[in-house]
């Protein structure tokens, strides 16, 4: 996407403007696209392919100043109509791969990664937007494109799969963090109508 750049204080063409909002957010929406599938590779093709489709919405999308929530909008849905596409089959080992040699904070990063992906995509995307890009839920749901009440429940779904399954990843009193997260959701609904 390069071509000729224009001079300074020349108005910026609408490919310029794409340009400078790919070299902006390229990095974040790889991030994110990171969490949600699991591998690098896969990771760049999800963003590439959603900013492909926010490169043909761009004339529309840069008057509402609104790309890059398109953009991630539709990367989970990309991310979420390729895995109901095609299901990768699991490879059982006789050993497990030794863990030797890292960080505690390696290990725990590697272990809710893995975590994260033992989650059907819908929850994925639902638990990533809220608490790893820290979104709204009324931004979350927008851009998953679901009530907020859907969204809630995947979060609580979620939420409730990784403690089940993985409660080596509960720092602490599981039932009392779970008391203090319900606590702390009556505040923020308390706040919300005051």
Aim: hydrophobic content about 40%.
């Amino acid at each position: 996407m390069t071509g000729p750049t224009a001079p300074p204080g020349a108005p910026q063409t609408r490919q310029g403007e794409f340009e400078d909002f790919v070299r902006a957010r390229s990095g974040a929406l790889c991030a994110s696209a990171y969490l949600l599938t699991g591998d690098r590779g896969l990771a760049e093709d999800l963003v590439q392919d959603a900013l492909a489709r926010t490169w043909r919405s761009w004339k529309r999308l840069h008057q509402t100043a609104n790309a890059e929530a398109y953009t991630r909008r539709i990367m989970y849905h990309l991310h979420v109509s390729r895995w109901r596409r095609t299901k990768v089959a699991e490879i059982s080992t006789e050993t497990v791969p030794e863990r030797a040699g890292r960080e505690p904070d390696t290990a725990l990063r590697l272990a809710v990664h893995a975590a994260l992906l033992s989650l059907p995509p819908t929850q994925r995307a639902a638990i990533v937007l809220r608490y790893f890009e820290d979104q709204t839920e009324v931004a979350a749901a927008a851009i998953l494109d679901c009530p907020i009440t859907t969204l809630r429940a995947r979060v609580q779904r979620g939420l409730r799969r990784l403690r089940n399954r993985f409660p080596e990843l509960v720092l602490g009193d599981a039932d009392v963090q779970l008391a203090q997260w319900e606590r702390d959701l009556n505040a923020e609904k308390g706040e919300r109508r005051a």
